[in-house]
């Protein structure tokens, strides 16, 4: 009995100590405006991800349509996301239809700016355009605080630090 409560107790210390000295990922809260160009047609949904340096998918920060059955139809970021399907915090509820703004706040991890990740938007509307990369740019200190055009169905971001 000694022996069973001896590597209960070890094990609980071990537990602790780990816990105790990872520190949690500091997020920078930064509002975004989507600004739509005058199209068209159905609502766009929007994903923005987080891409590393190897030009690959880290982690969605935020959908702008939450109808899942539609995700297939974003097929660079469904190559990512679809393969786990883990829960996603950030889904906003309707899409932007043409002309619209909408305003959202991303959680961005504080130890990715200025370390070569970038930030991507990719938009689809239904019997449309598809653009992987409607949107895209270093994330960087100067970046959190500026305006970017689009290539397809977003007219501008505009990102503001809160």
Do not use: H
């Amino acid at each position: 009995m000694g022996a069973i409560f001896k590597r209960t107790l070890i094990a609980m210390v071990t537990v602790f100590l780990l816990v105790a000295f990872i520190k949690p990922v500091e997020k920078m809260s930064v509002k975004c405006l989507i600004q739509m160009t005058n199209y068209t047609g159905e609502g766009a949904y929007v994903v923005i991800s987080l891409i590393n340096p190897e030009g690959a998918y880290e982690e969605t920060l935020y959908v702008q349509g939450k109808d899942k059955e539609w995700y297939s139809d974003i097929p660079e970021w469904w190559k990512f996301y679809g393969k786990r399907r883990p829960d996603i915090d950030a889904i906003s509820g309707a899409t932007i239809s043409g002309g619209e703004r909408k305003i959202n706040v991303l959680k961005i991890p504080s130890d990715k700016i200025d370390a070569g990740y970038n930030i991507r938007f990719e938009t689809a509307v239904e019997d449309q355009e598809y653009y992987a990369e409607d949107v895209q740019f270093e994330l960087t200190s100067e970046s959190v605080k500026s305006k970017v055009e689009g290539k397809g169905f977003i007219r501008y971001v505009r990102m503001i630090p809160q």
